[in-house]
T-cell receptor, first 112, second 112 residues
Framework: ELKVEQNPLFLSMQEGKNYTIYCNYS?????LYWYRQDPGKSLESLFV?????AVKQEGRLMASLDTKARLSTLHITAAVHDLSATYFC????????????FGSGTRLLVRP | KAGVTQTPRYLIKTRGQQVTLSCSPI?????VSWYQQTPGQGLQFLFE???????NKGNFPGRFSGRQFSNSRSEMNVSTLELGDSALYLC???????????FGEGSRLTVL
């Protein structure tokens, strides 16, 4: 059974600092997703990672995937308050690309 | 391009009642999947439909059901509501090879 673990679950950081969120998963998968969720809102797609070594960047966020280690990272560079949200990683189950198993989420708070 | 539309956005029901939630996918998308989000269990996969056929089902009791129509619109139904069914129900549609899922704003169900 595919399991997805994220850490940390909560992250409070100062503006301007860097930090990394980790996402480990238990069985083979060929795609990994990162989503952002603001309070009371839906999920916003950030990145889709499809192959080993994939790296994608958008603004202050960069995601990478190591399929051999079954590990993805979401790196935050020079955090700003607008990045405060909950970030989820999700892994596609092998029996269906449309069945995502989500991590517990990382609640990020960026302090001035 | 319109996004994924879910109705109703908010609803309150009492135990024992049933509820039907509706989802209109992005135009051209044929896959619709449903997720339940609760503070305790996080985001959990309910089921996925493609061309009116259920392709995958999560670990939920038979009280949870769904269907998809020929225009790709989908509905999910929960019968004999329980307090624990209170949740945000998210619908997602996909139409690309990446399996990227685009989520609607959700239907927030409160069971009293």
């Amino acid at each position: 059974e595919l399991k997805v673990e994220q850490n940390p679950l909560f992250l409070s950081m100062q503006e301007g600092k860097n930090y990394t969120i980790y996402c480990n998963y238990s069985t083979t998968s060929d795609r990994l997703y990162w989503y952002r969720q603001d309070p009371g809102k839906s999920l916003e797609s950030l990145f889709v990672l499809l192959s080993n070594g994939a790296v994608k960047q958008e603004g202050r966020l960069m995601a990478s995937l190591d399929t051999k280690a079954r590990l993805s990272t979401l790196h935050i560079t020079a955090a700003v308050h607008d990045l405060s949200a909950t970030y989820f990683c999700a892994v596609a189950a092998m029996d269906s690309s449309y069945k995502l198993i989500f991590g517990s989420g990382t609640r990020l708070l960026v302090r001035p | 391009k319109a996004g994924v539309t879910q109705t109703p956005r908010y609803l309150i029901k009492t135990r024992g009642q049933q509820v039907t939630l509706s989802c209109s996918p992005i135009s051209g998308h044929r896959s619709v999947s449903w997720y339940q989000q609760t503070p305790g269990q996080g985001l959990q996969f309910l089921f996925e439909y493609f061309s009116e056929t259920q392709r995958n089902k999560g670990n939920f009791p038979g009280r949870f059901s769904g269907r998809q129509f020929s225009n790709s619109r989908s509905e999910m139904n929960v019968s004999t509501l329980e307090l624990g069914d209170s949740a945000l129900y998210l619908c997602a549609s996909s139409g690309y090879n990446t399996g990227e899922l685009f989520f609607g704003e959700g239907s927030r169900l409160t069971v009293l």
